[in-house]
């Protein structure tokens, strides 16, 4: 309690009510796979470049397409479809709003499995002769990098040298010096190199001044002029036009090339490339007027060049690995970065499809694992394709989880890459369903409430289904877990299933384990200050209370049976549910009970007729 030495007035702020419970978030996707571009962790020790990037939050597919190349085919082998591009555009055109995605990249390696092969993965362009100049590197790896362009264009200002001193300018900046102070060198006339001194700071004076390629520092000459150079940058790849205007020469510049175009936290976090000024052990440096003469030499548009897609995917790949405790460069990949991001709620993995059976089984187990380890998320799990009724109930015979629901059959597109041919019918492909049926999760949880089963609900943005399941054929599919894509003459296409991979009756619905996975991590999230208070009834009772009005918001939005609350929920934390040891150890326990609503799978309307004279028993 507060401590009261000096006699006086104490005004104090308290509570009269007990802590409330915010619900967490349950509409969140996470997916990790294979993408044309985009962040993935990795480290180039050569060149001293460590990127630890988290999995990237997107809320619409454009976000998507500017961090990860968009639907460009992806991987090695014969089936190169971006799977968890198209995933992710049927997730967002089927009502999901944010989606966390992690890029597998299966590096290439020579010799050392450890050591990343630059000149195997990321594209590039050399500037100068025999490799003697910087090189503009590729910032992600793969074969999407062959597609970037960069061109360079200078600008020359007016003369910055006013009245003896430089004007308009700061640290770092470019001048190309002039002897005529009034008539500065024709705009079609690149920059003489000879004449190029970068600003810098007089500590003595504290005047700026200029550096030369000497290193050193050179006293303003007014009566000669200053001209300010800087560059305008563009890169390009496929219909994306990124322009960075105004970038200087010099490294101390805030603004300066090496900084705005850098490997690791670029002002820009999605940019495409970065300028590699490093040069071999033993060789010096290269200087800014070497790095000027390079730039200028690229006037028109340029390729990059020498990007691959790395080796062929493994189900070990798309698993990852946790991030290193002992060391900030080793970052997680694969799912195991997804499980840093607490708001996930949907996972999946759409690469899964891409690999052979055994291997298909094996990567599908690492996905249900990552959920069933972590608590408070569901995966959704893709069949092979081309399955037959017989193949996906094997198929979903090999697993037996709460924590995984299984959707069948494909959803055939309009195939989005596909050129369009006038005299041809438009070109279609089929894709699992993980995607849009994530979306469906999400819009569900937006629209009614996790409690509402994610069924019954229309899937958008396809034209069918790539299997026929008739009402005959879902009464083999459902009672095994298998939930029924289905189309209604007048109804159009929808999900037709609510059902987990699980053989335990009492979590055999998609929407109670989730109703469960909300209550649970909402209490667990918004519970954390009762650790280490004193272990007493009050505390008891202030749990208690927190529970409950948590579990009657809950009641009142319809996810809980009863009439009354009585009927819906009990919160018991007293005496009856600890023992002395139990206070002893430490350990509060609070049960709770909850009685969930079901959705009504089966709806039976039972009619018979009626007379005037007829009784009823």
């Not at 000459?221 to 990124?242: L, N, Q, S, Y």
């Not at 003459?489 to 059902?499: D, L, S």
């Not at 009856?576 to 009685?595: E, K, P, Y």
């Amino acid at each position: 309690m507060p401590e009261y030495l000096t006699p006086g007035v104490y005004v104090e702020e308290t509570s009269f009510r007990s802590r409330s419970i915010e619900g967490v978030p349950t509409s969140t996707c996470g997916m990790a796979g294979l993408t044309a571009y985009g962040p993935v962790p990795y480290r180039l020790d050569a060149l001293g470049v460590t990127m630890t990037p988290k999995p990237t939050l997107v809320t619409s597919f454009t976000e998507f397409e500017r961090a990860f190349g968009g639907l460009d085919a992806v991987g090695l082998l014969d089936n190169t479809t971006n799977y968890l591009a198209h995933a992710a555009r049927a997730f967002f055109g089927n009502g999901g709003r944010r989606l966390y995605v992690q890029r597998v990249y299966p590096f290439a390696t020579a010799g050392n499995p450890a050591t990343i092969d630059l000149t195997q993965n990321f594209a590039f362009l050399p500037l100068g002769a025999g490799g003697a100049g910087p090189v503009w590197r590729a910032r992600w790896p793969g074969r999407a990098g062959n597609g970037i362009q960069v061109r360079v264009r200078f600008r020359r200002s007016k003369n910055v040298l006013v009245s003896g001193s430089l004007t308009g300018v700061s640290r770092g900046a470019a001048v190309e010096i002039g002897d005529n102070p009034a008539q500065p060198p024709a705009d079609n006339t690149a920059p003489d190199v000879a004449k190029l001194k970068i600003v810098a700071l007089d500590q003595a004076t504290g005047k700026l001044g200029y550096v030369g390629n000497n290193g050193a520092f050179e006293p303003v000459d007014p009566a000669k002029g200053a001209f300010h150079i800087t560059f305008d940058i563009e890169v390009v790849m496929g219909t994306r036009a990124d322009v960075y205007t105004g970038v200087e020469l010099g490294s101390a510049h805030p603004r300066g090339i090496t900084k705005v175009l850098q490997a690791e936290r670029p002002a820009d976090e999605f940019s495409l490339v970065w300028l590699d000024t490093s040069v071999p052990q033993g060789q010096p440096a290269l200087t800014d007027g070497a790095i000027l003469t390079a730039l200028l030499s690229l006037k028109e548009f340029t390729f990059l060049t020498g990007g691959t897609e790395g080796a062929p995917l493994t189900p070990d790949d798309l698993k990852g690995r946790k991030s290193s405790p002992d060391d900030a460069r080793d970052a997680a990949t694969g799912l195991a970065a997804l499980g840093e991001i607490e708001d996930i709620a949907i996972v999946t993995a759409p690469d899964i499809v891409r690999l052979d059976a055994d291997s298909h089984k094996v990567a599908a187990d690492y996905l249900i694992q990552h959920c069933e380890e972590l608590r408070y998320r569901i995966a959704i799990v893709d069949p092979p394709g081309d399955s037959s009724i017989s193949s996906v109930r094997a198929f979903r015979s090999q697993f037996d989880t709460t924590h995984g629901a299984l959707y069948y059959p494909w959803l055939r597109v309009l195939d989005p890459t596909a050129k369009r041919d006038p005299g041809a019918p438009p070109a279609t492909m089929e894709l699992p369903p993980s995607g849009a049926t994530a979306g469906i999760y999400a819009r569900s949880d937006i629209e009614r409430g996790v409690h509402k089963a994610p069924a019954n609900e229309v899937v958008l943005g396809i034209t069918e289904f790539a299997a026929n399941v008739t009402f005959d054929r879902q009464s083999v599919l459902n009672p095994e877990g298998i939930n029924a894509l289905r189309f209604f003459p007048g109804r159009a296409n929808r999900v037709w299933g609510a059902r987990t991979m699980s053989s335990d009756p009492e979590w055999k619905y998609v929407n109670v384990r989730r109703l469960f996975i909300y209550l649970e991590h909402s209490i667990d999230k918004s519970t954390q200050w009762v650790v280490f208070e004193p272990n007493n009834e009050r505390l008891w009772a202030s749990v208690r209370q927190t529970i409950e009005d948590f579990l009657l918001v809950t009641w009142r939005s319809g996810a809980l049976m009863g009439t009354k609350p009585e009927e819906a929920y009990f919160v018991r934390c007293d005496r009856t549910t600890m023992s002395q040891n139990d206070l002893d150890n430490g350990r509060l326990i609070c049960d709770i009970g909850v009685a969930p609503t079901y959705p009504a799978e089966f709806v039976i309307f039972r009619i018979g007729q009626w007379t005037a004279d007829a009784r009823q028993s």
